[in-house]
T-cell receptor
Framework: GESVGLHLPTLSVQEGDNSIINCAYS??????FIWYKQESGKGPQFIID?????DKRQGQRVTVLLNKTVKHLSLQIAATQPGDSAVYFC????????????FGKGTRLHILP | EAQVTQNPRYLITVTGKKLTVTCSQN?????MSWYRQDPGLGLRQIYY???????DKGDVPEGYKVSRKEKRNFPLILESPSPNQTSLYFC?????????????FGNGTRLTVT
């Protein structure tokens, strides 16, 4: 069915360590994936995206990995900082619907001092 | 600054009293959309618009109306609000078709219907 799931609802990481947020998607034909960050009191903010013809994409301190074999998406944040505390959503574009994005439920990232 | 602006940020109203939440974007985006965010349910699409005078239902359109008379504005109308419409609402716009490029979100409108 149409669903984008997350492995962990809450993730606690020591400041300075790397964070890995995981996401499982259900539609093997989805061809576009996005990670959003939502800080308290704000709307979701685009972090990074990846298309299905790629396995990896890097941004500033963030990397998205796409494993199409097991329908798995991950967001890696290097050297996690207090400002990274937020809820992170993965989202997918299902096939044949270029006007639709399906959001996952979100993972809360908590930074330990 | 490129942004999506929603108003108001907070709104408390009573059942049945019509209200409008405004949304405006300054990026000349053709695609705009409304979402509601509820605990445990995530972001769910209410209505979207691919261009001026073109609107379509999303996943949870019941009890809502929208209009798209100008490219920059996409107001959300609740003709007769009910308590189950208490939620956090987000407007978003996109340079693409909505599913092939990032969405830009407003900062949300928290609505309480008593």
């Amino acid at each position: 069915g149409e669903s984008v799931g997350l492995h962990l609802p809450t993730l606690s990481v020591q400041e300075g360590d790397n964070s890995i947020i995981n996401c499982a998607y259900s539609n093997s034909a989805s061809d576009y994936f996005i990670w959003y960050k939502q800080e308290s009191g704000k709307g979701p903010q685009f972090i990074i995206d990846i298309r299905s013809n790629m396995d990896k994409r890097q941004g500033q301190r963030v990397t998205v990995l796409l494993n199409k074999t097991v329908k798995h998406l991950s967001l890696q944040i290097a050297a996690t900082q207090p400002g990274d505390s937020a809820v992170y959503f993965c989202a997918e574009n299902p096939p044949e619907r270029d006007d639709k994005i399906i959001f996952g439920k979100g993972t809360r990232l908590h930074i330990l001092p | 600054e490129a942004q999506v602006t929603q108003n108001p940020r907070y709104l408390i109203t009573v059942t049945g009293k019509k209200l409008t939440v405004t949304c405006s974007q300054n990026m000349n985006h053709e695609y705009m959309s409304w979402y509601r965010q509820d605990p445990g349910l995530g972001l769910r699409q209410i209505y979207y618009s691919m261009n001026v005078e073109v609107t379509d239902k999303g996943d949870v359109p019941e009890g809502y109306k929208v209009s798209r008379k100008e490219k920059r504005n996409f107001p959300l109308i609740l003709e007769s609000p009910s308590p189950n419409q208490t939620s956090l609402y987000f407007c978003a716009s996109s340079a693409g078709t909505g599913g092939n490029s990032p969405l830009h979100f407003g900062n949300g409108t928290r609505l309480t219907v008593t």
